[in-house]
């Protein structure tokens, strides 16, 4: 399973777009990278998914090199509530199951 | 709503005592997961099932825990002689995907479980 490195905490202002880098050097072919939001006592929720170059949706952008070997989750102008744990995930989810490994993920604090 | 629900929220008990959680999964979701979440740390695999087949167990999940998920629908997870090291959030989650290679999850909002 392909391991990832993310900064542990970042602090960021209202209305600022937010970029979070994730390492995943041993990223295998079949692998697709994922990031997921938490809130305090609540589960980790779905953010973005993405094999290769760029995903956006109503939430973020995720931009990923050609090699592969990272990922950057984009935030556009965040606010108070955009303040959590973001997890990077990578991983092969076929007939195997998704065999997950969160890490500690990286804490956005944003400020007013 | 028609998330994926967990019960209890909050179980107290004292070490040498059995407990058992309980998570509905969304409907019709053929993989339902279970994970362990520490406070600072990402949540860690406990277990995973496709439909009612328990196809995997992590090396975390020790002889004192069990799970099962009868007809594939909601699943429990017992621990039997609570340990005061099993003080954690019990996070469950389900998927819908079926053997396809773009997993997502939805998870509930846990069980906080502490052993005095």
């Known amino acids: 399973l392909a391991k990832t490195t993310q900064p542990i905490s970042m602090d960021s202002y209202e209305g600022q777009e937010v970029n979070i880098t994730c390492s995943h050097n041993?990223?295998?072919?079949?692998?697709?990278i994922t990031w997921y939001q938490q809130f305090p006592s609540q589960g980790p929720r779905f953010i973005i998914q993405g094999y290769k170059t760029k995903v956006t949706n109503e939430v973020a952008s995720l931009f990923i090199p050609a090699d592969r070997k990272s990922s950057t989750l984009s935030l556009p102008r965040v606010s108070l509530s955009d303040t959590a744990v973001y997890y990077c995930l990578v991983g092969d989810y076929g007939t195997g199951g998704f065999k997950t490994i969160f890490g500690a993920g990286t804490r956005l604090f944003v400020k007013a | 709503d028609t998330g994926v629900s967990q019960n209890p929220r909050h179980k107290i008990t004292k070490r040498g005592q059995n407990v058992t959680f309980r998570c509905d999964p969304i409907?019709?979701?053929?993989?339902l997961y279970w994970y362990r979440q520490t406070l600072g740390q990402g949540p860690e695999f406990l277990t995973y099932f496709q439909n009612e087949a328990q196809l995997e167990k992590s090396r975390l999940l020790s002889d004192r825990f069990s799970a099962e998920r009868p007809k594939g629908s909601f699943s429990t997870l017992e621990i039997q002689r609570t340990e005061q090291g099993d003080s954690a959030m019990y996070l469950c989650?389900?998927?819908?995907?079926?053997?396809?290679?773009?997993?997502?999850?939805?998870f509930g909002s846990g069980t906080q479980l502490s052993v005095l």
């Open positions: 041993n990223i295998a072919t079949n692998d697709y």
């Open positions: 409907s019709e979701h053929n993989r």
């Open positions: 989650a389900s998927s819908p995907t079926r053997d396809t290679t773009n997993e997502k999850l939805f």
